[in-house]
Every structure is written in C-alpha cells, then in structure tokens.
C-alpha cells in the first residue's frame, strides 16, 4: 500500500481561537462518541482532536507525518500518545481501533489516491469500528458564493492550496461506501457569510449538503 497521510508543512493549520474553528470543533466534540476501546486520530497535527478522544474515554493514539507539529504537540499535551507515524506502519504493526477521527485530510489526497487512503482508515479499523470525518464540501454555498464572489471558479481552494481533492456529498458517499464504510450521518457546518450568520451545524437534508465543512461519521463493515 501507498503511504497516503504525507499532508503538505505548508497545510494551514485551524485556529481554534477564532469563531469559526471553535464552533467547528465544539461540533467535532459532539460528533466523537465516548468510549473505553482504542482511538486513533489521523492527521492529528498538534493533538487538539486527539485530546478530545481521550477525554471522552478512549485510549487514543495520534498520528502525523509532520515531526514539528508531533513535537510541539508532545510538549503541549505530554500525556497525550502522538507519533510521527503513516497509516501503513500501524497496518503493518497490526493495531487495530475502535474509533478513528479524520479531520480536514482527505481533500489535500490526490483523487486517484483517495480510495486506498480510505481503505486503509478501514484496515486500521476494527469490525464495527466508528468513523468520524470532516472535508470541505465541494458545492456549498459559501464556496458558491466566494467563486462569484472572487472571480475565481477554476483555481478556486476553498481556503487552501494544499487542497487538491475537494469532494461533493455524492462523490464523498460514494468514496466511503465503496471502501468498505456504512455512511451513518452527515452534519454541513457554515451555510453563510459570518457577517449574515454565525457558523452553526445543519443537520436536516438536504441542507445539510450546503454546508462549507461536512461532517461524516460512517461505521466500518468489513470483517
């Protein structure tokens, strides 16, 4: 298998002190269930989600390949088991989790790349294994309007250049039930501009779709 969780340094990193991200993440926190099995957070960058794993109950492992953001993250939350780690070395080592959190990575997978980077959050997963996962939504409002908005329809990177596999809602089910996953929920977080409205999760389909962040949490099937 190809090593698929080599996000660009250059990836701009959520703040979380701003507005948005809080309300962003205090979304995530809704989302990740508690729990007293093995978490894993991929992508984990300074380990923000992954504290939020493990104050829910699970003993949790994070995992990036961005060594800086694992070190700085390790001074942080020392208690905290962050690696500079892929996917394929825990596939190869064997572990196996419960429930797995993937935040704002798949969109900076190439799209050729994205069903192997899927399968194998599944080859780490145990049966009936959770799946908790956030992407920008391709076709959302607020994408919509910042295109018109901007003049920018074909270069447009809903807000960073690393992104280089946006998916809509249908291409995203699609991908996850195709690898192996049962699509449980959807969640579309920011409809409209700040200035109109503060960010808030929309749950009801299909409004749901619209949203500038989706919110999946899908549960694994195969055995």
């Avoid at 809080?22 to 729990?35: K, N, S």
């Avoid at 960058?45 to 990036?64: C, F, N, R």
Wanted: glycine residues 10%; aromatic residues 8%; charged residues 25%.
């Amino acid at each position: 298998m190809t090593d698929l969780v080599a996000v660009p340094q250059e990836v701009l990193v959520p703040d979380y002190g701003t507005p948005y991200e809080e309300a962003r993440l205090a979304l995530i926190d809704r989302a990740l269930p508690g729990g007293a099995g093995r978490g894993l957070d991929v992508g984990c960058h300074e380990g923000v989600t992954t504290e939020l794993l493990a104050g829910k109950g699970w003993s949790v492992v994070g995992i990036d390949l961005d060594a800086a953001a694992i070190e700085c993250g390790r001074v942080r939350r020392p208690t905290l088991d962050l690696r500079t780690q892929s996917l394929q070395e825990l596939i190869s080592g064997g572990e196996r989790f419960d429930i797995v959190s993937c935040l704002e990575v798949v969109e900076h997978v190439p799209l050729g790349l994205q069903a192997e980077f899927v399968r194998q959050l599944g080859e780490v997963s145990r049966p009936g294994a959770r799946l908790v996962l956030s992407t920008p939504g391709r076709w959302s409002l607020m994408s919509l309007y910042e295109r018109l908005r901007l003049r920018r329809w074909r270069d447009y990177d809903w807000w960073d250049p690393t992104h280089v596999g946006v998916l809509s809602v249908r291409q995203l089910r699609r991908l996850l039930e195709s690898s192996g996953w049962r699509v449980d929920s959807l969640v579309g977080f920011y409809l409209l501009p700040l200035r109109v409205s503060r960010p808030r999760p929309v749950r009801l389909a299909p409004i749901n779709r619209l949203g500038f962040d989706l919110v999946v949490t899908a549960t694994w099937r195969e055995s």
